[in-house]
Nanobody, 124 residues
Framework: QLQLVESGGGLVQPGGSLRLSCAAS????????IAWFRQAPGKEREGVSC????????NYADSVKGRFTISRDNAKNTVYLQMNSLKPEDTAVYYC?????????????????WGQGTQVTVSS
């Protein structure tokens, strides 16, 4: 069964940067579309970014466009989310999720495999 493990979260000041990683085991990531979601306390889980199996298609939530970049290294079985110019409203638990199709979706229900999440806190 596919296992996804997120890492790279932490505490950062506003304007700072973090890079999240989503590593897969027991399955080749290159066949999967991977998305990042986030959930802040008291709020619903929202889609942040998505990358298809080849890396040729990416999309972003309007709130992170121009600041976040998703990428993948299929040789390392890992997907990354580079987050720059972080804002306090980016504070949330970030999850990576996988779906066994070649197209992105911003709907959490379309993803069958999830990591345990990593906390990102943006605060001075």
């Amino acid at each position: 069964q596919l296992q996804l493990v997120e890492s790279g979260g932490g505490l950062v000041q506003p304007g700072g940067s973090l890079r999240l990683s989503c590593a897969a085991s027991r399955f080749t990531l290159g066949y999967l579309t991977i998305a990042w979601f986030r959930q802040a306390p008291g709020k619903e889980r929202e889609g942040v970014s998505c990358i298809n199996h080849s890396g040729g298609l990416t999309n972003y939530a309007d709130s992170v466009k121009g600041r976040f970049t998703i990428s993948r290294d299929n040789a390392k079985n890992t997907v990354y989310l580079q987050m720059n110019s972080l804002k306090p409203e980016d504070t949330a638990v970030y999850y990576c999720a996988a779906r066994r199709t070649y197209y992105c979706s911003g709907y959490a229900g379309d993803y069958g495999d999830w990591g345990q999440g990593t906390q990102v806190t943006v605060s001075s």
